[in-house]
């Protein structure tokens, strides 16, 4: 699969080092060792899929034209539009022209989220109750000090988007309001901490900081027959997966903890699962957009609430 990489920033890097051979061309308009400033001028025939790696505000423009030229897309995310509508009809576009659009959430590869997802699909775990997430990074002063990233909701599509992701992964659109708790701008002019939940049957609490300065991730699953925790993503090390059995009436649960020290495989892997669905274009019905239709339905609720707090 010959691939562009448009935008050479920190994701850009990545992407074009997982891609290796695969790479045709390079865009960015403001990096000089690119090949190209703008994805128009790359020659159309001359590649098959782009990785678009570029700010928030670029990346619909984009996909308008790679997916109208029957290009498929990878983007990173959170991708957003102004509505649901604009995703609609990118999800329109894909399908029209037998294209892959397909949004970057590698945290689906993590080996522990892979293990909880069986655990859950197995029942392991039985009727669940509670959910809750803690993502934390330290990057409020890079975040502030950047030309494009300091506005809006901040930490809220940052990492709020891969909190909803991992929901739909783990328990596909689960119903009830969604509402948040808390958003603070500690040392920025957007959300630096944003805590919200879920109110429904299934109970979902989350937390995301840029203030945590060391790297954190967190998820604690109840359910009737026991519990699933994970501590760290792989690139944060170690990460460790224990599963719990209930013990009844009540006592000590028995359990299983394994811990991983690694380097990160999630890139490799979703890239590899791209290339896969690229593959099998016709079969996948435009990607998976319709999680992000659903992702962006919620960061907008969120996003109303949140106004309504101040």
Request: aromatic share 10%; glycine share 10%.
């Amino acid at each position: 699969m010959r691939v562009v990489v448009a935008g050479l920033g920190i994701q850009g890097k990545k992407r074009l080092a997982m891609a290796g051979a695969d790479v045709v061309a390079t865009v960015d308009p403001h990096v000089d060792t690119a090949q190209y400033r703008a994805l128009e001028e790359v020659p159309l025939d001359g590649y098959d899929a782009a990785l678009v790696c570029t700010p928030d505000q670029a990346k619909l423009a984009l996909m308008r034209y790679l997916l109208g030229n029957g290009k498929h897309v990878l983007v990173e995310k959170p991708l957003v539009g102004n509505g649901v509508e604009d995703l609609m009809q990118l999800e329109e576009l894909a399908r029209e022209h037998d294209a892959v659009s397909y949004t970057a959430y590698n945290h689906r590869f993590e080996p522990h989220f892979v293990r909880l997802k069986q655990a859950l699909d197995a029942g392991t775990l039985g009727r669940i109750y509670t959910v809750r997430f803690f993502y934390g990074n330290g990057t409020a002063r890079d975040v502030r000090n950047s030309v494009w990233r300091d506005q809006g909701c901040g930490v809220l599509p940052d990492l709020g988007s891969h909190l909803l992701d991992t929901i739909l992964y783990w328990f596909g659109p689960i119903e009830g309001l969604c509402r948040p708790w808390r958003a603070d701008r500690f040392e920025n002019r957007s959300y630096d901490r944003v805590v919200f939940g879920f109110h429904g049957p299934l109970a979902v609490d989350c937390e995301m900081s840029m203030l945590s300065w060391r790297n954190t991730f967190s998820a604690d699953i109840y359910g009737e027959k026991g519990s699933a925790h994970i501590s760290s993503l792989c690139k944060w090390g170690p990460s460790t997966f224990t599963l719990r059995e209930r013990v009844l009436p009540s006592g000590r649960p028995d359990e299983q903890s394994d811990t991983l020290v690694c380097a990160d495989p999630t890139w490799a892997a979703e890239y590899l699962h791209f290339k896969r669905l690229c593959q099998r274009a016709g079969e996948n019905r435009g990607g998976n957009l319709h999680n992000d239709i659903w992702i962006q339905s919620k960061l907008q609720e969120l996003s109303v609430a949140i106004g309504g707090m101040e």
